[in-house]
Every structure is written in structure tokens, then in C-alpha cells.
């Protein structure tokens, strides 16, 4: 039991340590939660577009991560400006991040089928890390010693091309090269820029199914690149149904359900294929997408993304 405690509290301060060094929150839903990692998907829905996503990751563990994401986005009047707000809380353990974003993205029709959109965002987060509240073998360890309360602004950029039945963007969402120094006796930790690039294609299979691959890259630092390879099959413009691999050694099975023209509910469930699995019994994910305009017919058009 002491040996499974210690691997847990391992566990636990590695994902500190990420969280210190802000990378991107994780999500299995991304193609449906676009403005997470992308500031050019503003707008992309042609309607005022809310969504709520709810992550709960290795379930299990104590002190696991969990995210909380609320996006806001809308063209404007004139379709070619579009504006969008973004929420996101980060819990791992007692780190704990909330982030406030504001998008503009500027939309430009390429031909009668597609979109380029390039997209600008800025804001705060605020970052809250209690150590003094961790359970330590030596009291007066100084790593543990201080409690840290921070606000760290952020500014990013993408670029998002789509057509009704394909997408492909480009984003950097940290531009900003933050520099978190605890002092001459600790590591000095900076920032990471990654660059994230996400595509998709929908097929049409017959009158009842679509078939979409999707995929989503990340590039940071001279690590390996980072994949995430998706499959995802539309049965009769209701239910998705399909399976994601990460290279961070995990799977998951997702399920997507147009409930109605406007509402859209989702669900993954992922699972790690590494040594973690010994300890965590997997991820959970929710999302709920509600779009608010309807157009001139009185219909919201399909989306796929």
C-alpha cells in the first residue's frame, strides 16, 4: 500500500510540474471544442455557439486533473468579424489555473465553399498552487515550503481554412514566453510555445453514413511530435460514433449525439495503455454544443466539426 501511495504522489507532481509550465489543456473532443486550441474557429459555426466541456482524467488517482472549459463564439453583423470568449479551469492536485481569453478572428471567403480565417487572442491566467497543503515526509522541504498566487497574460494566433465537409488550421496559443524563477536554488521554468496543427475530411459512404478522419499535431520544444489520429463514423446526421489513439500511449471511444438541430451532446471515454493503468481506471469527458441563431429557411445546416 506505501509503494502504490508513493507511485500516486509521483504521478501527481509530474502533472504539477506540466501544469507549472502551462501546456495546452488535453482534450479528446477537440474537433467539436475548436476554439480551445484554435482562436480562428470564431465564428466558424455561422450562429452564436456555446459549448461546455467537462473532463475528468485518471480517474483514480488522487488529486488526478480535471478540466472545465466554457467557449463563446459568433460571427458578427457584417459575417466577415467574428468574436469569441473562452473559460478554462485546470485542476491537478493543488495546482490550480483559470484562464480568461478573448478571440477576433477575420473571416475571408476563398471561393463559393470555403473559409480562411485568421484569428488573434488575449487574456490572463491565474494561477494558484498550494503546496503547504501537500502531506510531505520532511515538513521544512523548501520546494514545498511556499504557496505561489500568479496572473500570467497570454496572447496567440491561428489560422483556420474550412469548407463544409473539411478543415485544416494551424495555431500557437502561448506567444508569450512567461518565466516562472522560484529562486537561485530552483530551476527556472519557461513557458512552452507549441504549435498545433488539426485537419479533417467528412466522407460521404451512402444516404445513411459519413466517415471522418481527423487528426491533431503538436510540435513543442525539440521533443517528438505529438499525434492524435481519429475515426469517426455519422450514422443517418445523428450519431457519431468512434476511436481516437494518442501518442501518449492511450485510446478512447467516442460518442456524439445531434439531439436536435441545435443542441449536440458528446462523450469520450480514454483510457491510458501505459504503466498508469495500473492505478487509473481512465478518462471521462462530456461536452454540450447549443447554437443559438437559426438561418433564413429556419434551419441550422450540419455540422461536422
Known amino acids: 500500500m506505501k509503494a502504490r501511495s508513493l507511485y500516486i504522489l509521483t504521478i501527481v507532481l509530474i502533472s504539477a510540474i506540466s501544469a507549472e509550465a502551462q501546456q495546452v489543456a488535453q482534450y479528446t473532443q477537440y474537433m467539436f471544442n475548436g476554439l480551445a486550441i484554435n ?9 452564436l455557439s456555446a459549448t ?35 473559460v478554462i479551469h485546470d ?34 491566467s491565474f494561477y494558484r498552487a498550494d503546496y503547504s497543503h501537500l502531506d510531505t515526509y520532511n515538513p521544512n522541504d523548501p520546494v514545498f515550503g511556499n504557496d505561489i498566487r500568479e496572473a500570467r497574460p497570454n496572447i496567440g494566433a491561428g489560422l483556420y481554412y474550412y469548407t463544409r465537409l473539411a478543415y485544416v488550421g494551424i495555431s500557437i496559443p502561448h506567444l508569450i514566453n512567461n518565466v516562472f ?67 501518449s500511449n492511450s485510446m478512447a ?3 456524439q449525439a445531434q439531439v ?34 437559426y438561418n433564413k429557411k429556419g434551419l441550422v445546416s450540419p455540422r461536422y466539426f
Not at 482562436?39 to 450562429?47: F, T
Not at 466541456?53 to 457584417?78: D, M
Not at 462523450?267 to 443559438?292: C, D, K, W
Open 91 to 124: 485542476r491537478i492536485s493543488v495546482v490550480d489555473q483559470t484562464g480568461i481569453h478573448f478571440s477576433y478572428a477575420y473571416r475571408l471567403p476563398i471561393s463559393s465553399k470555403g473559409t480562411l480565417s485568421m484569428g488573434l487572442q488575449g487574456g490572463m
Open 253 to 255: 471511444l467516442l460518442l
Open 52 to 86: 461546455f466541456l467537462s473532463r475528468f482524467q485518471n480517474v483514480g488517482l488522487q488529486g488526478a486533473p480535471n478540466t472545465q472549459t466554457v467557449s463563446l463564439h459568433s460571427p458578427l453583423l457584417n459575417k466577415r468579424v467574428a468574436l469569441g470568449l473562452l
Open 260 to 293: 436536435t438541430d441545435q443542441i449536440q451532446f458528446g462523450y469520450s471515454y480514454q483510457v491510458a495503455t501505459g504503466p498508469i493503468n495500473a492505478v487509473a481506471v481512465g478518462s471521462h469527458e462530456l461536452m454540450v454544443n447549443y447554437r443559438f441563431v
Open 39 to 47: 482562436p480562428a474557429y470564431a465564428g466558424s459555426h455561422d450562429a
Open 181 to 247: 524563477d522560484r529562486g537561485a536554488q530552483f530551476q527556472t521554468i519557461y513557458q512552452n510555445k507549441p504549435v498545433i496543427v488539426t485537419g479533417g475530411y467528412v466522407f460521404t459512404l451512402n444516404r445513411m453514413l459519413k466517415f471522418k478522419p481527423n487528426a491533431l499535431l503538436k510540435f513543442l520544444d525539440n521533443r517528438p511530435v505529438e499525434f492524435d489520429l481519429n475515426a469517426n463514423l455519422l450514422m443517418d446526421e445523428v450519431v457519431w460514433v468512434g476511436l481516437s489513439y494518442k501518442s
